[in-house]
């Protein structure tokens, strides 16, 4: 018998939200791709206020830009005293038929990677990176695969886990 499909929103380990209450989350979106990138946003808004978490949203051209947006977004919001607890990256990559592809697609995970570990910063990858535009869409509509709303679940359940630990 097959497993039926899973996404991170029914993998969380718990679903209760009262200890997010409050988490302040940076939301990036890139609008190269316009639509999809308000399907993204829809989902993650959903999500950020099911979770009684506030955000801000920034945006930025396309996905090799999310990350330094993040960084700076944090420098300054930390100089405020009001600094941010996780973050959300959104965007899309669609294959052509250059190398361009692999190459956004690749270097812009890899600075999320790398900035969430060199800051402790959870971020929830939402940057989708597919074939089609019809892959695209299928993965950021709210109501079907909810990209965005996972990328949003995804940097919660961080920020859940920093809390538990920095209490402990």
Partial sequence: MAEPRRSAATDAPDRDSSDLKGARILVVEARFYEDIADALLAGATRALQEAGATFERVSVPGSLEVAPAIAIALDAAERSGRPYEGAVALGCVIRGETLHF???????????????LARRLPIGNGILTVDTDAQAWTRARPEEADKGGDAARAALSLVRLKRRLAAG
């Fill in 102 to 116: 692999e190459i956004v697609s690749q270097e812009s995970a890899r600075a999320l990677l790398e900035l969430s």
